[in-house]
């Protein structure tokens, strides 16, 4: 049975929530494999509304173990806090797996993110403020604190002392903030301890038999392709690898064993934070489709910019991601437009160029070359195939897909679960 990967073509935001739901009941485990609560996902089940921040979507599926791997960061209050609304909510969370190797986002990790971030000025990135870039930079420079330190107070006090030496002198000398007291942190981390002991597991182990039991696993990505770390638009990024090679380090799974990459794409394009934007619209159309679109960030709060869909950026995510299909999202969004424009390629100093630009400064003097599209004013929402969506809603769809360089083998025309058309089955 396969191993899948969902993630994001975009600059995240595209429904990646939605698509896993769909997916969850037909898939045995569903992992996060990679950032933390700066990532959200909204699920609508009938007409209840989910918001998800760290939990993968798959815990809203009865039949479905979610799966939290050590490429997540965690931040303890945050998890505690969703799984109790859950709870409260009806939602079984007592599946629940976390990674012992998932490092902590600990309290002096949020303050460094909010006062580094603010004395950046005009050159800051539009961090979420949470914490994540520090916590993975501790990973990096070895000074991260795991899940499973919670289970030692020798080991977690050493870790935290040590972390906080060089924090404490740039927090007091550099920024003119407290000092951030060891004991103070450990007490607080140890607190979580005995709440989090039920669902702490080997998680690498127990994906790797439950596939060679031929069980399904889907790995879900936060954020999107144009966020990576490495292949995104550095240095407007998150602090991790939302694209499919991060499935395999944020898991433990091999690359032999996924049989599938799926990117979730949106009809149209949006990001949230700083960074360059080629499609972005600053007009009406652009406040149109943010009202129409609720796009909003799940996490942030952040009104979402918004732009006409760039093919350019979708073909970079299929050969980056080695993507076997698309899940298109939000085409209902797109009706009552008589003419969609659609960016084909890129004018940089005055040449064509149809694929993305590796240099910062192409990409950030950018200007789209648009093809433009017959619109539709039909209601689609309640369309169940292919066929049932108007012609030139059908153009469109095929335009896109022969754009992108990838089979689009499912559609979604409204928010709720079953708002979805299903061209190819994804298992």
């Given at each position: 049975?396969?191993?899948?990967?969902l993630?994001?073509?975009?600059?995240?935001?595209?429904?990646?929530?939605?698509?896993?739901?769909?997916?969850?009941?037909?898939?045995?485990?569903?992992?996060?494999?990679?950032?933390?609560?700066?990532?959200?996902?909204t699920?609508?089940?009938?007409?209840?509304?989910?918001?998800?921040h760290?939990?993968?979507?798959?815990?809203?599926?009865?039949?479905?173990?979610?799966?939290?791997?050590?490429?997540?960061?965690?931040?303890?209050?945050?998890?505690?806090?969703?799984?109790?609304?859950?709870n409260?909510?009806?939602?079984?969370?007592?599946?629940?797996?976390?990674?012992?190797?998932?490092?902590?986002?600990?309290?002096?990790?949020?303050?460094?993110?909010?006062?580094?971030?603010?004395?950046?000025?005009?050159?800051?990135?539009?961090?979420?403020?949470?914490?994540?870039?520090?916590?993975?930079?501790?990973?990096?420079?070895?000074?991260?604190?795991?899940?499973?330190?919670?289970?030692?107070?020798?080991?977690?006090?050493q870790?935290?002392?040590?972390?906080?030496?060089?924090?404490?002198?740039?927090?007091?000398?550099?920024?003119?903030?407290?000092?951030?007291?060891?004991e103070?942190?450990?007490?607080?981390?140890?607190?979580?301890?005995?709440?989090?002991?039920?669902?702490?597991?080997?998680?690498?182990?127990?994906?790797?038999?439950?596939?060679?039991?031929?069980?399904?696993?889907?790995?879900?990505?936060?954020?999107?392709?144009?966020?990576?770390?490495?292949?995104?638009?550095?240095?407007?990024?998150?602090?991790?690898?939302?694209?499919?090679?991060?499935?395999?380090?944020?898991?433990?799974v091999?690359?032999?064993?996924?049989?599938?990459?799926?990117?979730?794409?949106?009809?149209?394009?949006?990001?949230?934070?700083?960074?360059?934007?080629?499609?972005?619209?600053?007009?009406?159309?652009g406040?149109?489709?943010?009202?129409?679109?609720?796009?909003?960030?799940?996490?942030?709060?952040?009104?979402?910019?918004c732009?006409?869909?760039?093919?350019?950026?979708?073909?970079?995510?299929?050969?980056?991601?080695?993507?076997?299909?698309?899940?298109?999202?939000?085409l209902?969004?797109?009706?009552?437009?008589?003419?969609?424009?659609?960016?084909?390629?890129?004018?940089?100093?005055?040449?064509?160029?149809?694929?993305?630009?590796?240099?910062?400064?192409?990409?950030?003097?950018?200007?789209?070359?648009?093809?433009?599209?017959?619109?539709?004013?039909?209601?689609?929402?309640?369309?169940?195939?292919?066929?049932?969506?108007?012609?030139?809603?059908?153009?469109?769809?095929?335009?896109l897909?022969?754009?992108?360089?990838?089979?689009?083998?499912?559609?979604?025309?409204?928010?709720?679960?079953?708002?979805?058309?299903?061209?190819?089955?994804?298992?």
């Amino acid at each position: 049975m396969p191993a899948l990967v969902l993630l994001g073509a975009q600059w995240g935001d595209e429904g990646k929530g939605k698509a896993t739901d769909l997916l969850g009941g037909s898939v045995d485990y569903v992992v996060r494999y990679q950032g933390g609560n700066n990532a959200g996902h909204t699920v609508v089940v009938g007409d209840q509304k989910y918001a998800l921040h760290l939990l993968p979507s798959g815990i809203l599926s009865p039949t479905c173990v979610p799966v939290i791997g050590n490429g997540v960061v965690v931040d303890p209050s945050v998890l505690l806090s969703e799984l109790s609304g859950l709870n409260e909510r009806g939602v079984d969370t007592s599946k629940l797996l976390i990674s012992g190797n998932a490092h902590i986002i600990t309290p002096y990790n949020v303050t460094v993110d909010k006062v580094t971030e603010r004395f950046l000025g005009k050159r800051k990135i539009g961090t979420t403020g949470r914490g994540i870039g520090p916590t993975y930079a501790d990973k990096i420079n070895r000074v991260g604190i795991r899940v499973q330190d919670l289970y030692d107070e020798s080991i977690l006090t050493q870790k935290v002392e040590a972390s906080l030496g060089a924090k404490n002198q740039m927090l007091t000398k550099l920024y003119n903030r407290r000092a951030i007291a060891t004991e103070q942190v450990v007490e607080e981390l140890l607190g979580y301890a005995e709440k989090l002991a039920p669902y702490v597991a080997d998680t690498v182990l127990v994906l790797n038999q439950a596939l060679e039991e031929n069980k399904v696993v889907l790995f879900e990505g936060g954020q999107g392709t144009l966020l990576d770390i490495d292949h995104g638009t550095y240095p407007f990024v998150t602090s991790s690898n939302p694209t499919a090679g991060g499935a395999c380090t944020g898991s433990g799974v091999g690359p032999t064993k996924i049989s599938r990459v799926i990117g979730i794409l949106k009809a149209y394009t949006t990001r949230v934070g700083a960074g360059p934007f080629p499609t972005e619209l600053l007009d009406e159309d652009g406040d149109a489709l943010r009202r129409i679109g609720g796009e909003r960030g799940v996490t942030t709060g952040r009104d979402r910019r918004c732009g006409w869909f760039d093919a350019v950026i979708a073909r970079y995510a299929t050969r980056v991601n080695g993507l076997t299909d698309f899940f298109l999202t939000k085409l209902d969004v797109l009706t009552g437009w008589e003419q969609i424009p659609v960016c084909v390629a890129y004018e940089i100093d005055g040449k064509r160029v149809e694929e993305l630009p590796y240099s910062q400064t192409d990409f950030h003097h950018a200007k789209p070359i648009y093809e433009t599209l017959p619109g539709w004013s039909e209601d689609i929402t309640k369309a169940k195939s292919f066929s049932d969506l108007p012609k030139n809603a059908q153009n469109y769809v095929k335009a896109l897909e022969e754009m992108s360089g990838a089979p689009i083998s499912a559609i979604g025309v409204g928010p709720g679960r079953d708002e979805t058309i299903e061209i190819n089955s994804f298992l």
